[in-house]
């Protein structure tokens, strides 16, 4: 409760920077410098890599440096944090995991890849189909308890995901990114039943492609 105020509405939101390791020690080792960037957070990070900071808990921190560091990054990850929004606004390369309001993610954006949490339905011990998401309203919820209500557990994507769409972020920006069929068939699947409504002018965005090609039964496929 920061400041005294309750922010346990907006929890749904919150993903385990563990997951996201594996894509660090990768990055790191192809000679990239990390930055773990946030304001009060949770949990450190391994740093132990010469390449990684975890600026998040350095004593350099500061708001300047946060603009500067998103203004100048190669490319950022992160999920449905505000601070994202400093990345966004410099329209720079964005990998966005763990995207749980599947419906509001920033579609006008050309250069983002998005991952999305599954919606495990408790009662039924399944996960729900992204049509199915879409139908009941749940691609829009906003609140913690609107899941509860619904019976909805959130489920994080893996390690694996995070690393598979950050790798295709690099290879797309270094120009080394191979699609096929498979991959364009899918995406084409996912935005045929995406919903039009007012949070979405003309779709510019991507899912991660091997994301989609190992949840295609979440396409209903």
Known sequence: NEGGRD???????NSNIENYQK?????????FFIFRMGKGVEKTIDASHTRVIDYANSVDRSDFLDIFLF??????????AG?????????????????S???TFQTWHDNILVILKKHWLKDQKRFMTFG??????AGLFLRTEQYKKMGIELVE???EEILNVSIEMQERINGSWETNEEYEFLQKEFWKIFPKSKWHGKIKSRIGSEFL????NLLGL
Not at 7 to 13: K, N
Not at 23 to 31: P, V
Not at 213 to 216: G, S, Y
């Open 23 to 31: 894509t660090i020690n990768y990055l790191a080792e192809k000679e």
């Open 157 to 159: 994507n893996t390690p």
């Open 213 to 216: 090609k190992q949840n295609k």
């Open 7 to 13: 922010w346990s509405y907006h929890s749904y939101r």
């Open 132 to 137: 199915e998401i879409f139908k009941c309203g």
């Open 101 to 103: 309001a599947i419906e």
């Open 71 to 80: 203004a100048n990054s190669h490319f950022t990850i992160g999920s449905e």
């Open 83 to 99: 601070i994202i929004t400093s990345a966004l606004a410099y329209r720079a390369p964005f990998v966005s995991p763990n995207v």
